[in-house]
């Protein structure tokens, strides 16, 4: 019988598969050709928006759809570093519920005549530098960053709820369904055995994220 050790290695994806992979789910990223499986029309339609409150929407779920695109960045760089099989399948399980949100986000966009951030593909490979970084320190500091990210997300989408005009029923149902996603995907990452970052750390990622809050809420 195999070792637990060798077990491991046979379950590792060969590293040109990692490769493959993240070229792969990098292009449907942004390139938005990821499969959905819950359409944004289970939503509720709401009202039709004026000029003015379409146009906070628009700003606000740029921010988001840019916010989910950094989410596939990270969660794919830290999948290609991965040490443990079980972690990259924790990634990966995020990553897939993540691109859900992604496609929301995007859909979103096209109903309210707007379009995605011209930096989305900047950012995204930023992101899978800084997940690709945080994973090579290994998987219990790799999902604790989840966790950290997570409950960024999470306040930038109580920020979004309290400025999104009050007719807009659709982009508040698809943030609220995000919300508590992101909340679920934390608090597996820290269950899967990630160490919670400390409040200063947690606090230079919140100065960190206004860069790309003030950079893509209108372009």
């Not at 628009?58 to 040490?83: D, I, W």
């Not at 993540?98 to 109903?111: G, P």
């Not at 690709?132 to 709820?161: N, Y």
Request: include cysteine; charged fraction near 25%; proline fraction near 4%.
């Amino acid at each position: 019988m195999p070792s637990p050790s060798s077990k491991n290695s046979i379950d590792s994806p060969r590293p040109v598969d990692r490769v493959i992979d993240l070229v792969d789910a990098s292009l449907r990223t942004l390139t938005g050709s990821s499969r959905k499986s819950i359409s944004v029309q289970e939503f509720p339609e709401g009202k039709k928006l004026n000029e003015q409150d379409a146009r906070i929407s628009s700003a606000l779920m740029r921010v988001n759809h840019t916010g989910e695109v950094c989410a596939q960045g990270l969660y794919e760089g830290q999948a290609f570093v991965a040490r443990d099989t079980s972690t990259r399948s924790h990634l990966r399980a995020a990553a897939a519920e993540e691109v859900e949100h992604l496609n929301w986000c995007r859909m979103r966009l096209q109903e309210l005549s707007s379009s995605e951030s011209i930096f989305a593909p900047v950012f995204y490979l930023a992101s899978v530098g800084v997940g690709a970084l945080t994973g090579a320190m290994g998987d219990q500091i790799s999902l604790g960053f989840v966790e950290a990210t997570e409950d960024e997300v999470r306040k930038h989408i109580d920020k979004h709820l309290a400025q999104l005009p009050a007719e807009d029923e659709r982009s508040r149902a698809i943030l609220d369904k995000i919300r508590e996603d992101e909340i679920r995907h934390g608090t597996e990452a820290l269950d899967s055995g990630g160490v919670e970052f400390p409040r200063s750390i947690k606090q230079f990622m919140t100065l960190m994220s206004k860069v790309m809050t003030n950079t893509t809420q209108r372009i």
